[in-house]
């Protein structure tokens, strides 16, 4: 079976300070993992996602997530944060066949500070 | 290009009553999914449909709910006797088809109150 974890249901940080949203999976297969993100009344949108290529990815509005399978994780990162970065994040993970189902943890809310 | 769309944008039901979500997924996408996403939650997983192939509905609560795609394009998520307990966001995706690489395009969701 597979899950995620998402570590802090919120979090809060300066404008321009660093972001750090925290993920770690379980799962017994090689995963596919994902960050998504949620503004409010609006859809997922995918920032990045892991598939088994480069470990550190990078993705869309600076933000970049780093597998590391020794530590199960797979956090979120952006260097310095800005106020349009407020909204919900979501990790998730999947197999690479069958479904394609997404898990997707808990969420974390990120609030930036002025 | 258009997005995924899901009509009605809001529900609200009273307990008892059915009802029915649309989603229109992006055209050439093969796979669609129906995701429940409670106040407070990450989303979760209901059915995944391939064409017109229903070839996942695990996390479908109940035989409450029900999901078509008659051809391949279109789905609906029917709730029969809907329950207050069923009141949450319903989320639909569809990605290209067969590759667990592919990324899953979201629709903004219904949000669906039960009175």
């Known amino acids: 079976a597979q899950s995620v974890t998402q570590l802090g249901s919120h979090v809060s940080v300066s404008e321009g300070a660093l972001v750090l949203l925290r993920c770690n999976y379980s799962?017994?297969?090689?995963?596919?993992l994902f960050w998504y993100v949620q503004y409010p009344n609006q859809g997922l949108q995918l920032l990045l996602k892991y598939t088994s290529a480069a470990t550190l990815v990078k993705g869309i509005n600076g933000f970049e997530a780093e597998f590391k399978k020794s530590e199960t994780s797979f956090h979120l990162t952006k260097p310095s944060a800005h106020m349009s970065d407020a909204a919900e994040y979501f990790c998730a993970v999947s197999r690479p066949s069958g479904t394609y189902k997404y898990i997707f943890g808990t969420g974390t809310r990120l609030k930036v500070l002025a | 290009g258009a997005g995924v769309s899901q009509s009605p944008r809001y529900k609200v039901a009273k307990r008892g009553q059915d009802v029915a979500l649309r989603c229109d997924p992006i055209s050439g996408h093969v796979s669609l999914f129906w995701y429940q996403q409670a106040l407070g939650q990450g989303p979760e997983f209901l059915t995944y449909f391939q064409n017109e192939a229903q070839l996942d509905k695990s996390g479908l609560p109940s035989d409450r709910f029900f999901a078509e795609r008659p051809e391949g394009s279109v789905s609906t998520l029917k709730i029969q006797r809907t329950q207050q307990e069923d009141s949450a966001v319903y989320l639909c995706?569809?990605?290209?088809?067969?590759?667990?690489?592919?990324?899953?395009?979201f629709g903004p969701g219904t949000r669906l109150t039960v009175l």
């Open positions: 799962s017994s297969v090689p995963p596919y």
């Open positions: 995706a569809s990605s290209r088809p067969g590759q667990g690489t592919d990324t899953q395009y």
